[in-house]
């Protein structure tokens, strides 16, 4: 029988078949197989059979080593159990949180809570907010920490929101049925979730017949509808002075951040005087004038407004740039120095930012550092001899707007 060229090696010679039909492998497993069968059984001792063993296992990692297997090693990973009294204390806090949450909202309910803004809530007693069913959660919100009593009209519906303000003004405040101080109507330009334009020529006609107040909400309209742009009003042709307060936001339309309120002078005088933020423009104002003026006493030429948080200190030649931030630095003061390209070449600065969080003490060793690092470098300038003024004489940020009232 003639062998086909499969069977033959290169050399010309037959492959040897193997017993039952198989055929070697390429890694010689048959092969060692059958040998291991026809080998005679070696009776070995215990002991040697251990030492065989640790030979074979030291040839497997050393062959591991030299081919580099990663993966002939078992993986391991290890997950700790959470220890009991953790898991223990971690539900009870939950537990805990969420009993005393639903307590908060039971004694919200029957207006037992006091808190910071009772005094506030105090103050809008006696007044009523008439707002659409549809407005958003942020003006809901505001109005419930007001503390004035809310009405809610069903939306753009002109017949119920007209019902809802004559019931106010015959029957009055509950209880006493006094009359409302004052009768706010809340509506939204665009309403944020329907895409539903307010009915503002009604809304207004309602308001002046009724003689309420209106708040309307542009932050979706203002940039997006009227000839102009100019939000709702402008759409509808009307006069703005209609509405009494206007607000809106510069993140949708202008992609910007931030937002404006507008209304009367009294209105704004009003938010201006009771804000939060007046207490940080005055500490910032005061730090400003403060600093200004230590730093043309030591003799610095600075630039700018007198009013200007932003102090530009002149170093005027560049050599003395990366001196004078090397200097401060060494004192622990990080500092902006500015030269050329982005200023002219003789006019190299270094650049100061004065912030409301800044302390009397900080400034003052701020101060104390530039002036050590200006003597060495020589960089007091000014000509003109200020006398240091006493810290009497000095600007507190108490004065820096004394003219707006609290």
């Given at each position: 029988?003639?062998?086909?060229?499969?069977?033959?090696?290169?050399?010309?010679?037959?492959?040897?078949?193997?017993?039952?039909?198989?055929?070697?492998?390429?890694?010689?497993?048959?092969?060692?197989?059958?040998?291991?069968?026809?080998?005679?059984?070696?009776?070995?001792?215990?002991?040697?059979?251990?030492?065989?063993?640790?030979?074979?296992?030291?040839?497997?990692h050393?062959?591991?080593?030299?081919?580099?297997?990663?993966?002939?090693?078992?993986?391991?990973?290890?997950?700790?159990?959470?220890?009991?009294?953790?898991?223990?204390?971690?539900?009870?806090?939950?537990?805990?949180?969420?009993?005393?949450?639903?307590?908060?909202?039971?004694?919200?309910?029957?207006?037992?809570?006091?808190?910071?803004?009772?005094?506030?809530?105090?103050?809008?007693?006696?007044?009523?907010?008439?707002?659409?069913?549809?407005?958003?959660a942020?003006?809901?919100?505001?109005?419930?920490?007001?503390?004035?009593t809310?009405?809610?009209?069903?939306?753009?519906?002109?017949?119920?929101?007209?019902k809802?303000?004559?019931?106010?003004?015959?029957?009055?405040?509950?209880?006493?049925?006094?009359?409302?101080?004052?009768?706010?109507?809340?509506?939204?330009?665009?309403?944020?979730?329907?895409?539903?334009?307010?009915?503002?020529?009604?809304?207004?006609?309602?308001?002046?017949?009724y003689?309420?107040?209106?708040?309307?909400?542009?932050?979706?309209?203002?940039?997006?509808?009227?000839?102009?742009?100019?939000?709702?009003?402008?759409?509808?042709?009307?006069?703005?002075?209609?509405?009494?307060?206007?607000?809106?936001?510069?993140?949708k339309?202008?992609?910007?951040?931030?937002?404006?309120?507008a209304?009367?002078?009294?209105?704004?005088e009003?938010?201006?005087?009771?804000?939060?933020?007046?207490k940080?423009?005055?500490?910032?104002?005061?730090?400003?004038?403060?600093?200004?003026?230590?730093?043309?006493?030591?003799?610095?030429?600075?630039?700018?407004?007198?009013?200007?948080?932003?102090?530009?200190?002149?170093?005027?030649?560049?050599?003395?740039?990366?001196?004078?931030?090397?200097?401060?630095l060494?004192?622990?003061?990080?500092?902006?120095?500015?030269?050329?390209?982005?200023?002219?070449?003789?006019?190299?600065r270094?650049?100061?930012?004065?912030?409301?969080?800044?302390?009397?003490?900080?400034?003052?060793?701020?101060?104390?550092?530039?002036?050590?690092?200006?003597?060495?470098?020589?960089?007091?300038?000014?000509?003109?001899?200020?006398?240091?003024?006493?810290?009497?004489?000095?600007?507190?940020?108490?004065?820096?707007?004394?003219?707006?009232?609290?």
């Amino acid at each position: 029988m003639t062998e086909s060229p499969a069977t033959k090696p290169a050399d010309g010679d037959a492959r040897p078949r193997v017993k039952n039909g198989l055929k070697p492998e390429r890694n010689g497993s048959v092969v060692k197989s059958l040998r291991c069968c026809h080998e005679p059984q070696r009776h070995c001792h215990p002991e040697e059979e251990e030492e065989e063993e640790e030979e074979k296992e030291e040839e497997v990692h050393a062959a591991a080593a030299h081919h580099g297997d990663l993966y002939s090693r078992p993986f391991l990973e290890s997950f700790e159990e959470t220890p009991m009294l953790v898991a223990v204390l971690t539900y009870m806090g939950y537990g805990i949180l969420t009993v005393f949450g639903y307590l908060r909202d039971f004694l919200r309910h029957w207006k037992i809570e006091r808190c910071h803004i009772a005094r506030e809530k105090e103050e809008q007693k006696g007044c009523l907010i008439l707002s659409d069913e549809l407005n958003h959660a942020s003006l809901v919100l505001g109005a419930r920490l007001s503390g004035s009593t809310i009405r809610v009209f069903k939306h753009n519906n002109m017949q119920n929101l007209e019902k809802l303000l004559r019931e106010a003004i015959v029957h009055g405040q509950p209880r006493t049925h006094r009359p409302w101080k004052k009768i706010l109507i809340v509506v939204e330009g665009i309403y944020s979730m329907e895409g539903s334009v307010v009915r503002l020529p009604e809304v207004i006609a309602l308001k002046k017949r009724y003689r309420a107040y209106l708040y309307l909400d542009e932050a979706h309209s203002i940039g997006a509808l009227g000839p102009r742009g100019r939000g709702v009003v402008d759409y509808f042709g009307l006069d703005p002075c209609d509405v009494d307060v206007m607000m809106g936001t510069f993140t949708k339309s202008f992609g910007a951040a931030g937002g404006y309120i507008a209304g009367k002078r009294e209105l704004i005088e009003y938010l201006r005087s009771h804000s939060h933020s007046l207490k940080r423009v005055q500490q910032l104002a005061g730090n400003t004038v403060y600093f200004r003026k230590r730093l043309r006493e030591m003799g610095f030429i600075i630039y700018g407004n007198e009013d200007s948080p932003v102090v530009p200190m002149m170093l005027y030649m560049p050599a003395k740039i990366g001196a004078f931030g090397r200097e401060m630095l060494k004192r622990n003061i990080g500092v902006v120095v500015v030269g050329f390209p982005a200023t002219p070449i003789i006019e190299s600065r270094a650049r100061f930012c004065i912030s409301a969080a800044h302390t009397r003490d900080v400034l003052d060793r701020a101060l104390s550092v530039i002036s050590e690092v200006g003597d060495l470098l020589q960089l007091k300038y000014s000509r003109h001899k200020i006398h240091p003024s006493s810290a009497q004489d000095r600007p507190d940020e108490d004065e820096a707007y004394g003219d707006v009232e609290d």
